[in-house]
C-alpha cells in the first residue's frame, strides 16, 4: 500500500511539474534590459532594444516593444513577427524615430502575448 501511495504521489508532481512546462503563463512578463540609440543625421533617431522573455512558442513571446513618452503617448513600436525561443535575451533595431522637440527622455516597454505590458521598462535620456 505505502508504495501504491508513493507511486500515486511521483504521478502527480510529474503531471504538475508537466503542466507547469505547457502553460504559458510560467514564461512571465517581458523585460526590456538594454537599450541603445543615437541620432541618425536627419533620418530621425535609431534604437537598440535588447528583450528577455521566455518565448514559449506562438501562444506565449515577446510580440513587439515600443518607445514612448512619460505621458505614454507612443512615438514608435517595433513589432516581433516570432518567437525567439532560442535566442534569449534579443537585440532588434528600429530606424526613422521622430521624437518631439522638447522631449528629453523616453520610455522603453516591451509587450507579450499574454501578460501585455508589465514587464521592466529603460528610460532613454535624449541628447
Not at 503563463?25 to 538594454?34: P, R
Not at 501562444?59 to 516581433?80: G, M, P, Q, S
Request: proline share 4%.
Amino acid at each position: 500500500m505505502q508504495i501504491l501511495a508513493t507511486a500515486m504521489r511521483c504521478a502527480l508532481l510529474t503531471l504538475a511539474l508537466l503542466f507547469s512546462f505547457l502553460n504559458p503563463v510560467v514564461a512571465g512578463e517581458a523585460d526590456v534590459i538594454k537599450v541603445e540609440g543615437y541620432k541618425d543625421g536627419d533620418r530621425g533617431w535609431r534604437f537598440n532594444v535588447t528583450v528577455r522573455h521566455d518565448d514559449t512558442g506562438w501562444d506565449h513571446y515577446a510580440d513587439r516593444w515600443e518607445i514612448i513618452t512619460e505621458d505614454d503617448t507612443i512615438l514608435a513600436t517595433r513589432v516581433l513577427h516570432h518567437p525567439h525561443e532560442n535566442e534569449q535575451p534579443f537585440t532588434r533595431s528600429l530606424s526613422g524615430v521622430d521624437i518631439p522637440k522638447g522631449v528629453k527622455k523616453v520610455f522603453i516597454r516591451a509587450h507579450d502575448s499574454v501578460h501585455g505590458y508589465g514587464g521592466q521598462v529603460k528610460p532613454f535620456v535624449v541628447e
